[in-house]
């Protein structure tokens, strides 16, 4: 497996597979690899004849007290794991080679940007937005994977893709979990022992929410109430917010329809995860 460091690098592969008649897969990661990126992978090599792994800690998308120094880096396990799942290339850039000196061009979607992890992190979204408009111009890729855990993210995606007519089909694939619930996520290696049982709240407040559903509950109040009540008995967490959207617009929703999302965010510790589900 070959690793690629610029975009002249990436464009090039990317123009050669499709030449051959391939077509190209592409999976945006900031690294730290766990088998929830693994699965995009699997799923990337099964739909496409050549497929692009990119790492990327993209500093653009956290804020100024966030963990960007410190989020986990772990480059040559992630290439293991890449070519293990079946990743024809990795794309690691430089910072600078994403963000050339001067830089002045940002990616921004009106509206959903200042929704759900937007409105508690300001600018997020942007530096989301921005970054995958950059790699997908780089790798040309005929679909681009991500996970549903990051559904807020997804939406954002799916529109910015629509609005810029970039051509790239989004694939969503769903959460994986630990045995006991958890949502694997690259912060997960942030919590100690007793964080990590804290945690398990979010995922049972996600099946504590689609247990109503599937009896048949639709009122937003009463699911998100549920949804509380769960956290009532985890006063160490401290809840950013708890949702019942429409996947689309982000936008708060009174009564749950098939497709209808409920995202959660909480701080376990100084830890901020999330999780959520789709209703049926």
């Not at 609005?163 to 630990?178: A, F, K, Q, S, Y």
Request: charged share 20%; aromatic share 8%; proline share 4%.
């Amino acid at each position: 497996m070959e690793i690629l460091r610029t975009v002249s690098e990436l464009r090039q592969w990317s123009r050669t597979q499709r030449h051959s008649g391939k077509t190209v897969g592409l999976v945006p990661t900031m690294g730290a690899l766990h088998e929830g990126h693994a699965s995009l992978i699997r799923a990337a090599a099964a739909w496409c004849g050549a497929v692009a792994v990119s790492i990327f800690v993209n500093p653009t998308q956290f804020g100024p007290n966030e963990d960007y120094e410190r989020y986990p880096r772990s480059f040559e396990a992630d290439c293991a794991l890449a070519a293990a799942e079946g990743a024809s290339v990795v794309f690691a850039p430089g910072v600078e080679e994403m963000y050339p000196a001067g830089a002045a061009t940002f990616v921004e979607v009106d509206g959903l940007s200042g929704r759900l992890d937007g409105q508690s992190r300001p600018g997020h979204f942007r530096g989301v937005a921005t970054v995958v408009t950059k790699l997908l111009i780089a790798a040309e890729p005929d679909r681009a994977f991500f996970g549903q855990k990051d559904a807020a993210q997804v939406a954002v995606l799916r529109r910015m893709v629509t609005d810029l007519r970039l051509g790239t089909e989004i694939v969503v694939c769903p959460i994986v979990r630990e045995a006991d619930g958890l949502a694997l996520s690259s912060r997960n290696a942030y919590l100690n022992a007793g964080e990590r049982v804290q945690a398990l709240a979010l995922s049972r407040a996600v099946k504590r929410v689609e247990g109503l559903a599937a009896w048949g509950e639709r009122r937003a109040g009463v699911l998100i109430d549920a949804a509380r009540s769960v956290f009532a008995v985890e006063p160490a967490i401290r809840v950013d917010y708890l949702e019942l959207v429409d996947w689309d617009t982000l936008e708060p929703v009174e009564t749950a329809a098939p497709g209808t999302l409920f995202a959660v965010a909480a701080y376990v510790g100084a830890t901020r995860l999330i999780d959520n589900t789709i209703l049926d």
